[in-house]
Antibody, heavy 125, light 106 residues
Framework: QVTLRESGPALVKPTQTLTLTCTFS??????????VSWVRQPPGKALEWLAFIDWENDEYYSPSLRSRLSISRDASENKVVLTMTNMDPVDTGTYYCARTVSSGGSCLDDPLNLWGRGTMVTVSS | SSELTQPPSVSVSPGQTATITCSGD??????VCWYQQKPGQSPALVIY???ERPSGIPARFSGSHSGNTATLTIRGTQAMDEADYYC?????????FGSGTKVTVL
């Protein structure tokens, strides 16, 4: 059974750095075609894709947030970590990790076919 | 990056057809997928590669794509289909989500 679970602080202060962990099971990120993304959703608003990392350890970022984001993986422990610097109240929302299984050579043509339950992050002093 | 525009809301009577559009200037260059998000839940994939349904998604959900517009159709809409729906495509090396549509089953 494939599962993903997000974890991290529920509250961060403005200007701090947020670190979130996605712990997954049922698949290996070292397997060809596997990718893990991070997506966020402010309360009552739309989904926003943030970043993904693929089986070759290539990283892709949202152009608008690239300067603040870093994604990495610990393949041996089935974890993907996202860090976001200089947090602001507008970054408040639910953060999800999700898996893509690529049918070709890149996850940039395949959907997010399984999502974690998300973790709520509030940015406030 | 490109933007994907959806109507904010769609209302439908039980048993009728709900149609949700997704438009974007670069949508003709990519395939589209659709996610359903019920209140308090994570998104779930309902359509991928414009027209494909993942295993377990009812046949009343269908997708189409022509040029810069993609469409999600729910035929014989049921109360359980009441949710937010998001289209998603790709732009260069990024995933892009639509603005979302709230489907209300009256």
């Amino acid at each position: 059974q494939v599962t993903l679970r997000e974890s991290g602080p529920a509250l961060v202060k403005p200007t701090q750095t947020l670190t979130l962990t996605c712990t997954f099971s049922g698949f290996s990120l070292s397997t060809s075609g596997m990718c893990v993304s991070w997506v966020r959703q402010p309360p009552g608003k739309a989904l926003e894709w943030l970043a993904f990392i693929d089986w070759e350890n290539d990283e892709y970022y949202s152009p608008s947030l690239r300067s603040r984001l870093s994604i990495s993986r610990d393949a041996s422990e089935n974890k993907v970590v996202l860090t976001m610097t200089n947090m602001d109240p507008v970054d408040t929302g639910t953060y999800y990790c999700a898996r893509t299984v690529s049918s070709g050579g890149s996850c940039l043509d395949d959907p997010l076919n399984l999502w974690g339950r998300g973790t709520m992050v509030t940015v406030s002093s | 990056s490109s933007e994907l525009t959806q109507p904010p809301s769609v209302s439908v009577s039980p048993g009728q057809t709900a149609t949700i559009t997704c438009s974007g200037d670069k949508l003709g260059d990519t395939n589209v997928c659709w996610y359903q998000q019920k209140p308090g839940q994570s998104p779930a994939l309902v359509i991928y590669r414009d027209i494909e349904r993942p295993s377990g998604i009812p046949a009343r959900f269908s997708g189409s794509h022509s040029g810069n517009t993609a469409t999600l159709t729910i035929r014989g809409t049921q109360a359980m289909d009441e949710a937010d729906y998001y289209c998603q495509a790709w732009d260069s090396s990024s995933y892009v989500f639509g603005s979302g549509t709230k489907v209300t089953v009256l």
